[in-house]
């Protein structure tokens, strides 16, 4: 809930500067309203995410672990439409296609059925998490012109992804034997987006911020005796590059 005000509070102040600068364009005449829409290809890397792992075998008690690992970042590649009010002022809608994998191989495992114990990974194979995801926005937007060929801007607008991730885990099915497996569930995300953009004519180049948080439950089969469900959570800041061309 708070940060759902927080978006909103952060819009109504980019409205509110907005209107003050329409109000300073002239004496009340009514501004031509010129809209937009945005093509833009961006690239940015996600904090890293944090997987919890419940074990279930048949004829066992259920084991849970935490998955320890360096801070592996990801790399997330977006394409999407930007539609805008006005070039200078006013509201957008931007929807989008993203692609995001991260490492997330761990260097050991901490937990068990009983007393928490630290086990450590086998090495054997590289463990990812890929999400694909349709991302969805609505904000504001203030810009000026700084010549005839040159405009620049800011934007601010809460966002909301829908998508899939697949994730992959290892699991010792007998003695000195481990097997990777694989899922797939539905992901969610929310957060709020920033960016700085300069247009040369219709070029757009911009930098990128954004806070999110992401959550994913995801089952996966070992064998017909073992299976395991990740709860993989992606949380933090996240800062990025656009480019794309102004219709």
């Known amino acids: 809930m708070r940060m759902i005000l927080g978006c909103l509070a952060a819009v109504a102040t980019l409205t509110s500067l907005g209107a003050a600068s329409a109000a300073d364009d002239g004496d009340g005449a009514e501004a031509v309203r010129v809209p937009y829409l945005d093509l833009r290809a961006g690239w940015s890397q996600p904090p890293g995410l944090v997987i919890e792992e419940n074990v279930q075998t048949v004829g066992q008690l259920a084991a849970g672990y935490s998955w320890n690992s360096e801070d592996h970042r990801g790399n997330r590649a977006s394409l999407g439409l930007v539609w805008g009010q006005d070039r200078t002022r006013g509201f957008l809608a931007g929807a989008g296609l993203s692609y995001t994998r991260w490492e997330t191989t761990p260097t050991s495992y901490t937990g068990g059925p009983t007393v928490p114990t630290t086990y450590t990974y086998s ?108 709860r993989v959570e992606g949380k933090g800041f996240r800062l990025g590059a656009e480019v794309g061309y102004r219709f």
């Open 123 to 230: 090495n054997q194979s590289i463990l990812d998490a890929k999400l694909l995801m349709l991302d969805l926005q609505v904000g504001y937007a203030v810009g000026m012109h700084l010549n005839e060929s040159l405009t620049t801007w800011i934007e601010l607008a809460p966002t909301l992804g829908i998508g899939a991730m697949t994730a992959s885990s290892e699991a010792q099915i007998a003695a000195g034997m481990f097997r990777k497996a694989t899922g797939t569930n539905m992901a969610l995300e929310y957060g709020l987006r920033g960016g700085w953009y300069l247009a040369e004519r219709n070029w757009l180049f911009g930098l990128t911020g954004a806070w999110a948080y992401t959550r994913a439950d995801v089952d996966i089969e070992f064998s017909q005796y073992t299976s395991s469900t990740l």
